[in-house]
């Protein structure tokens, strides 16, 4: 009877080929099994907003005058006589004194002039700044400051800026309004796998957006649009659903 011979590279090899062919089924047995035993979940993005007005202004008029050095003293003067007769303006109007606030008189040197050679000049300048929740009368101030200009007043009289005081509080509500707004897109994405959408997982609120009627002017950190009375206010949310 002839002698058989046992290869034993061959049965190493085989050996080494069956234990990682078994390796191979636990780690594909363990991954199924985790994979069954997590959520599945669906992240969507909602948004909500809200028109809304104004409720605070801000309005800003500068009195300046141009000087030499040695006209310095009748500038302040009449920077200051200016200011007097803005803020006694203001008042007729019907704003009230608390409202109003002045800072105070400053000199800047003119460096253009310096560098051209030509005499030191300097521009004599304060500002004066009403505050105040009446928007409208601010509004309308604003739109008529020509009637200060023709009275010979020198004057620099700054774009009214308009606010909303309760924004802290808008942006709450409107953060749960684009919350419920991403939970029905997720629904309508869920619903075409046939899916459904089940309790949150997560949440993250998105940049306040203050902006203009119909305008599209969004910014990555959020935008604020001082120049109108009415606004839109939008809030986005990012959230992230259990899907059954």
């Known amino acids: 009877m002839p002698t058989r011979f046992i290869d034993r590279p061959s049965v190493a090899a085989a050996l080494v080929i069956g234990g990682f062919v078994l390796l191979t089924g636990i780690i594909f047995s363990w991954s199924f099994i985790a994979a069954r035993g997590s959520d599945d979940t669906i992240s969507v993005t909602g948004s909500a907003k809200v028109a809304v007005k104004a409720d605070q202004a801000k309005w800003t008029i500068e009195a300046y005058r141009p000087a030499l050095q040695s006209e310095l003293n009748s500038a302040y003067a009449q920077v200051a006589s200016d200011i007097v007769a803005v803020k006694s303006y203001l008042v007729s109007q019907g704003v009230p004194a608390e409202a109003i606030t002045t800072n105070t ?79 029905v897109r997720a629904q309508e994405i869920a619903k075409s796998g046939g899916s459904s959408v089940g309790k949150i997982k997560s949440a993250s609120s998105g940049v306040v957006q203050v902006m203009a009627p119909n305008s599209t002017n969004v910014e990555d950190y959020g935008s604020y649009d001082t120049l109108t009375v009415d606004k839109e206010v939008s809030v986005t949310a990012r959230a992230t659903f259990i899907v059954r």
């Open 105 to 183: 008189i400053t000199a800047d040197q003119d460096w253009s002039s310096s560098n051209n050679g030509g005499p030191t000049r300097y521009r004599v300048h304060q500002e004066i700044t009403v505050a105040s929740a009446d928007v409208e009368k601010v509004q309308a101030l604003a739109q008529n400051v020509t009637t200060l200009i023709a009275r010979g007043y020198s004057i620099s009289p700054r774009q009214p800026e308009f606010y909303v005081s309760n924004l802290p509080e808008l942006r709450v509500s409107l953060l749960g309004e684009a919350i419920a707004d991403a939970k």
